[in-house]
């Protein structure tokens, strides 16, 4: 049974050797990021496997290359940043090959790296979403972190603009949200 958060209800994974806390906040922005400002950019193609908690992820570099992996993430609620528990595990591309075959919803966007954000423009039924987010390594990072003035709302604790929430929403559903926060129609 999915959670809302693109999560499995039940079971239970703790913090530790694999495990590691994830903290970050999420901001809507207006508008994509000048191109001046960008350092980096990569096309993300993410798989969230059906009825589980996991997630395939192919990242397509610049140069030619590909990062593949498998992710789980559980959440945890707190407001403070703290998103939850999130493991990774890389992959060949024989691996990657046989659980992209799985049952999955698909979520497409090019990532921009704007330090200290990270800022991902969606394609598809979600096209003219932008989205920030700047990761932490402690909660006092996170809670003490000033948004850039680009950043319209802080989402950090609203489902909606999770991956798991996201990949399930539609164009229609993403225009009301935006418009939730004050922004019109892309």
């Given at each position: 049974m999915m959670d809302?958060?693109?999560?499995v209800q039940g079971g239970s994974?703790?913090?530790g050797k694999y495990a590691r806390v994830e903290?970050?906040?999420?901001?809507?922005l207006a508008?994509?990021?000048?191109?001046?400002?960008?350092?980096?950019?990569?096309?993300?193609?993410?798989?969230?496997?059906?009825g589980t908690r996991l997630r395939l992820r192919r990242v397509d570099l610049p140069?030619?290359?590909?990062?593949?992996?498998l992710t789980q993430k559980v959440p945890i609620p707190r407001l403070d940043g703290v998103q939850g528990l999130i493991t990774n595990t890389y992959l060949s591309p024989t691996e990657y090959a046989l659980l992209a075959s799985l049952p999955a919803a698909v979520l497409s966007k090019t990532r921009f790296s704007v330090p200290p954000l990270g800022v991902d423009v969606f394609t598809g039924p979600l096209q003219g979403l932008v989205l920030?987010?700047?990761e932490f390594a402690t909660d006092?990072?996170?809670?003490?972190f000033v948004p850039p003035a680009e950043c319209v709302a802080e989402?950090?604790?609203?489902?909606?603009f999770t991956g798991g929430r996201l990949v399930e929403a539609s164009r229609d559903d993403v225009l009301d949200w935006l418009s939730d926060y004050g922004l019109p129609p892309q």
């Amino acid at each position: 049974m999915m959670d809302g958060t693109g999560g499995v209800q039940g079971g239970s994974v703790r913090p530790g050797k694999y495990a590691r806390v994830e903290r970050e906040r999420r901001f809507l922005l207006a508008e994509p990021p000048a191109p001046s400002s960008v350092t980096a950019t990569r096309v993300i193609t993410d798989r969230y496997l059906r009825g589980t908690r996991l997630r395939l992820r192919r990242v397509d570099l610049p140069d030619g290359g590909r990062e593949l992996k498998l992710t789980q993430k559980v959440p945890i609620p707190r407001l403070d940043g703290v998103q939850g528990l999130i493991t990774n595990t890389y992959l060949s591309p024989t691996e990657y090959a046989l659980l992209a075959s799985l049952p999955a919803a698909v979520l497409s966007k090019t990532r921009f790296s704007v330090p200290p954000l990270g800022v991902d423009v969606f394609t598809g039924p979600l096209q003219g979403l932008v989205l920030g987010e700047a990761e932490f390594a402690t909660d006092e990072e996170a809670r003490s972190f000033v948004p850039p003035a680009e950043c319209v709302a802080e989402v950090t604790v609203d489902i909606r603009f999770t991956g798991g929430r996201l990949v399930e929403a539609s164009r229609d559903d993403v225009l009301d949200w935006l418009s939730d926060y004050g922004l019109p129609p892309q």
